[in-house]
Structures are given as structure tokens and as C-alpha cells.
T-cell receptor, first 113, second 117 residues
Framework: AQSVSQHNHHVILSEAASLELGCNYS??????LFWYVQYPGQHLQLLLK??????LVKGIKGFEAEFIKSKFSFNLRKPSVQWSDTAEYFC???????????FGPGTRLSVLP | EAGVAQSPRYKIIEKRQSVAFWCNPI?????LYWYQQILGQGPKLLIQ????????DSQLPKDRFSAERLKGVDSTLKIQPAKLEDSAVYLC???????????????FGQGTRLTVV
């Protein structure tokens, strides 16, 4: 069965600091990888996704993630965070067969103004 | 395009009562999911439908939870009787593709926050 772990439960940064959120998954086959964001009081929204091709993917709002197959990792990065990035971030994985999306436990990001 | 619609947004019930949640996926989306998100955790799949058939309900507590998607469009999730540990946000999501082997993303509704007292 697939599983997803996220390295940090809660990250606190000041505005303009760089961000990296870790995500590792366990699954031996071909996977699709996602980062979703949940702003306070809002629904889960897709930040970016990786299906195939270039392992460095760019998403909305200046976020990017790098898929490293040998490390089973899909870390999320942003060079300079803003107060409006305060949210909960979820890494998720699925395959093309069952298409069940398996989520990590989430990382809460607090950006201080 | 309209997103995934869910109702109600909030529900408070006493333990042992029953409750139902409704979801209308994005038009044309064949696959529908119900997830349970307990505070501080990631969403956990309860059931997955493709059209009106169940693909995966292995994590659905079938002694108290049931779900249906009769016409392959909207869906209801029911809990009867509710327990305190069912307090969570219930999320509905949908994806477009009708067949497997095609990568796609899931679109989520706002969720229903259930509090069991």
C-alpha cells in the first residue's frame, strides 16, 4: 500500500525567507505526485503536480517541486514566502490504476509579517 | 466552471444520531471520492466511485457508514449511528477521466465539518 510522510508538522518562517517542505512516499511503481494547499477556511487546492517528464515542476504562486525518484521524494520549495502563504500543505500520491489519492499528514506553514 | 458542491457546511449532532452529507461533483467527472479529514491529519479515503459503481470502499466502516451514487452524478454519505470519533471534516472530490491509466488531479469541495457531541 502507498504511504506518504511529510517531514515537518509545523514550520514558522518570516516573510522573504526560503521554504522547503519535505515529502517522501513509499510505492514501488509509477506514481503521480501532487502538492495541495488549504488556506484557512478554504477547500483543498492544487499547487502543482508531477505526472512524467521534467522532474522539476512549477506550480502556482511561485511554488516548485522536484521529483527525485531514487529518494522517493517530492519536496516543495519557494524562494521567498509571503504572509499570504500561511496555510496547510499536503503532499499526495496516486497511481494510474486505482487512482486513489493518498495524502500525507500535512505541514502547517505560518509566515510572520 | 463550477466546482465540487457539498452540503451542509457544518453539522452538530449527538452521538448515536444519524447524519447525511451530499456532494455534487464537477459536471462530467466520472470518479467521485469521499475523504475523512480528522483535525491535524491528512485526508483519508473512505470510498471511491467510478460512475455509480464502487471502486474502493476498503476503509469505509461499513457497520455505520454508507454511501451511494445512484445515477452516477451526485452522492450521499451517511453515518448511522454516529460516534464521537466521527468528528471530522468530510471532503468530496472528483476527477475527470472515466478510465484508469490516465493521470489526473482531484478537485475538492469545501467539506462538511461534523461535530459529534
Amino acid at each position: 500500500a502507498q504511504s506518504v510522510s511529510q517531514h515537518n508538522h509545523h514550520v514558522i518562517l518570516s516573510e522573504a525567507a526560503s521554504l522547503e517542505l519535505g515529502c517522501n512516499y513509499s510505492y514501488g511503481g509509477t506514481v503521480n505526485l501532487f502538492w495541495y494547499v488549504q488556506y484557512p477556511g478554504q477547500h483543498l487546492q492544487l499547487l502543482l503536480k508531477y505526472f512524467s517528464g521534467d522532474p522539476l515542476v512549477k506550480g502556482i504562486k511561485g511554488f516548485e517541486a522536484e521529483f527525485i525518484k531514487s529518494k522517493f521524494s517530492f519536496n516543495l520549495r519557494k524562494p521567498s514566502v509571503q504572509w499570504s502563504d500561511t496555510a496547510e500543505y499536503f503532499c499526495a500520491v496516486n497511481d494510474n490504476y486505482g487512482q486513489n489519492f493518498v495524502f500525507g499528514p500535512g505541514t502547517r506553514l505560518s509566515v510572520l509579517p | 466552471e463550477a466546482g465540487v458542491a457539498q452540503s451542509p457546511r457544518y453539522k452538530i449532532i449527538e452521538k448515536r444520531q444519524s447524519v447525511a452529507f451530499w456532494c455534487n461533483p464537477i459536471s462530467g467527472h466520472a470518479t467521485l471520492y469521499w475523504y475523512q479529514q480528522i483535525l491535524g491529519q491528512g485526508p483519508k479515503l473512505l470510498i471511491q466511485f467510478q460512475n455509480n459503481g464502487v471502486v474502493d470502499d476498503s476503509q469505509l466502516p461499513k457497520d455505520r457508514f454508507s454511501a451511494e451514487r445512484l445515477k452516477g452524478v451526485d452522492s450521499t454519505l451517511k453515518i448511522q449511528p454516529a460516534k464521537l470519533e466521527d468528528s471530522a471534516v468530510y471532503l468530496c472530490a472528483s476527477t475527470q477521466h472515466r478510465t484508469a491509466l490516465v493521470a489526473t488531479e482531484a478537485f475538492f469541495g469545501q467539506g462538511t465539518r461534523l461535530t459529534v457531541v
